[in-house]
């Protein structure tokens, strides 16, 4: 009788192929603008990966209190922020996706690297 496995993500699989070793921490994500494309694609796209061990989102950032205060509600887990700057200088942020509108990422990159 074979039994069903679930089959890793395709980052997962990536990550492997690659030689890389299983990533023995979580990478800590803070997310930049948490609007309509943050929450219908990012987001649950870092919580599939963290059921997997290999993200969690530890931050998030809006301009808007009241969307920041709807996602975060989401993600009790998270701190949030209305400047990017004070997320990007975390000590919980190890990476941080950039989801604010395109004509803001160069910012937000830049003061991320």
Do not use: F, K
């Given at each position: 009788m074979r039994t069903s496995r679930r089959s890793a993500s395709p980052v997962?699989?990536?990550?492997?192929?690659?030689?890389?070793?299983?990533?023995?921490?979580?990478?800590?994500?803070?997310?930049?603008?948490?609007?309509?494309?943050?929450?219908?694609?990012?987001?649950?796209?870092?919580?599939?990966?963290?059921?997997?061990g290999l993200f969690t989102i530890t931050?998030?950032?809006?301009?808007?209190?009241?969307?920041?205060?709807?996602?975060?509600?989401?993600?009790?887990?998270?701190?949030?922020y209305l400047d990017y700057k004070a997320l990007v200088e975390s000590e919980k942020v190890d990476a941080v996706l950039v989801a604010n509108p395109h004509v803001y990422h160069a910012p937000v990159a830049l003061a991320a690297m």
């Open positions: 997962a699989t990536h990550l492997h192929s690659q030689g890389n070793a299983p990533v023995s921490q979580p990478i800590r994500v803070g997310i930049v603008g948490c609007g309509e494309v943050a929450q219908t694609i990012h987001i649950p796209a870092l919580l599939q990966l963290e059921l997997e931050a998030i950032c809006d301009v808007s209190p009241r969307v920041l205060a709807a996602v975060g509600d989401r993600l009790p887990g998270a701190e949030r």
